[in-house]
């Protein structure tokens, strides 16, 4: 029940001369090349500015805590930096990530996703490791402060996810603008998506 596909990185006779087409073959899957130099070519949107903008809304909802907390928080917004150096298109899937409480969790340093279901104890909590603004506020305070944190979170998170829809749809319509371009070069992304494609269809 396994499927076996093979991407050739160079010529596709290259490739079939080394056999990559029989192991596709022999594991009901398909075989195809790519460019291993090509990139796929980042397409702007009238969303991207507006995502980067709620993302940074999305970080202030992070509340740090424990020793590692802080050093956590600066991590997040590090690979924020990370991704959006390495191409536009790879900052965004970041964000669109991020914005998904279900896989995108940090628990471990940060109160609102610890106290996602509203049982987290506060009276354990060893206040300074806080940050400096709520080192001071009783059990009580920050709870509420938490509370109100995770309500802007889930705000700014549909927000992401309405853009993420719209981008991604902009980003389809111009892709089919582009389908009959005889310049565009197979990618690994593009390859990938059509094998599955017409794989999940059979």
């Not at 130099?37 to 500015?49: G, L, N, Q």
């Not at 109160?111 to 104890?121: E, K, T």
């Not at 509420?144 to 389809?172: C, G, P, W």
């Not at 892709?175 to 059509?194: F, G, P, Q, R, S």
């Amino acid at each position: 029940g396994v499927i076996v596909n093979t991407i050739y990185c160079g010529d596709k006779m290259q490739g079939i001369r080394e056999h990559w087409n029989l192991a596709g073959e022999c594991g009901n899957g398909s075989f195809t090349n790519i460019n291993q130099d090509a990139r796929e070519e980042d397409i702007p949107t009238p969303y991207d500015s507006l995502l980067f903008s709620y993302n940074e809304k999305l970080n202030g909802t992070y509340i740090s805590y424990g020793y590692a907390g802080a050093s956590y928080k600066t991590k997040q917004a590090q690979m924020d930096v990370a991704n959006s150096s390495m191409s536009k298109s790879a900052g965004l899937k970041r964000i669109k990530t991020k914005s998904n409480g279900a896989v995108y969790n940090n628990a471990q340093w940060d109160l609102v996703d610890a106290d996602i279901n509203g049982d987290f104890n506060f009276a354990k909590l060893e206040k300074k490791t806080l940050p400096d603004s709520l080192k001071n506020k009783s059990k009580g305070e920050l709870a509420k402060y938490v509370e109100e944190k995770s309500k802007e979170r889930s705000a700014v998170q549909k927000e992401i996810a309405t853009l993420n829809t719209q981008r991604d749809n902009y980003i389809a319509a111009e892709k089919a603008k582009n389908a009959t371009n005889k310049n565009n070069a197979a990618t690994l992304e593009t390859e990938v998506e059509k094998i599955i494609k017409s794989q999940a269809k059979r």
